[in-house]
Antibody, heavy 116, light 106 residues
Framework: QVKLLQSGAALVKPGDSVKMSCKAS????????IHWVKQSHGKSLEWIGY????????NYNEKFKSKATLTVDKSSSTAYMEFSRLTSEDSAIYYC?????????WGQGVMVTVSS | DIQMTQSPPVLSASVGDRVTLSCKAS??????LDWYQQKHGEAPKLLIY???NLQTGIPSRFSGSGSGTDYTLTISSLQPEDVATYYC????????FGAGTKLELK
């Protein structure tokens, strides 16, 4: 069955970067675009961007363009998101999700806490 | 950016009630809208895609409708397991989510 398994929670210091992973299984990784979504504590969802695993092409929300970098490793069917220059505003849960015209499968989420 | 306004923010209803959740876009989104259900501590779940298409495995009591700027999610007979927050998501341009409607049992 389709699964998106994300890396574990991260505690990072302000100014640092964090790189999280999203390992896909149960389908052909390069057939579907992977999106990333942020959910701040108790708040709504924000679309960060997406990556096409086949071509490596990306598209970002302007708000996150200088903050997030999306990559993939086709050999391991894994998508990555690196978030840089972290501040307290970046403390949140980050989800990856597969797009089929809707987000039909989601990872379990990565909780990132930015604290000194 | 397209703004998505969901109403009401909180809705209390009884088991068996017909429930209607609204999502209004700041401009025409050409039916490019999905609905998601999120229960506490879980990832969102796709209910409806492209305005009115029921995702596989979702109970038929859920339905979606709308066009232009106005969209609706309807639950025909509310069940206890439907307690959750519901989000609309437009992908017509510069994808955005609504702020959510929290559905509670009365």
């Amino acid at each position: 069955q389709v699964k998106l398994l994300q890396s574990g929670a991260a505690l990072v210091k302000p100014g640092d970067s964090v790189k999280m992973s999203c390992k896909a299984s149960g389908y052909t990784f390069t057939d579907y675009i992977i999106h990333w979504v942020k959910q701040s504590h108790g708040k709504s969802l924000e679309w960060i961007g997406y990556i096409n695993p086949y071509s490596g092409g990306t598209n970002y929300n302007e708000k996150f363009k200088s903050k997030a970098t999306l990559t993939v490793d086709k050999s391991s069917s894994t998508a990555y998101m690196e978030f840089s220059r972290l501040t307290s505003e970046d403390s949140a849960i980050y989800y990856c999700a597969r797009w089929i015209g809707g987000f039909d499968y989601w990872g379990q989420g990565v909780m990132v806490t930015v604290s000194s | 950016d397209i703004q998505m306004t969901q109403s009401p923010p909180v809705l209390s209803a009884s088991v068996g009630d017909r429930v209607t959740l609204s999502c209004k876009a700041s401009q025409n989104i050409n039916k490019n809208l999905d609905w998601y259900q999120q229960k506490h501590g879980e990832a969102p779940k796709l209910l409806i895609y492209y305005t009115n298409n029921l995702q596989t495995g979702i109970p038929s009591r859920f339905s979606g409708s709308g066009s232009g700027t106005d969209y609706t999610l309807t639950i025909s007979s509310l069940q206890p397991e439907d307690v959750a927050t519901y989000y609309c998501y437009q992908y017509n341009s510069g994808p955005t989510f609504g702020a959510g409607t929290k559905l509670e049992l009365k």
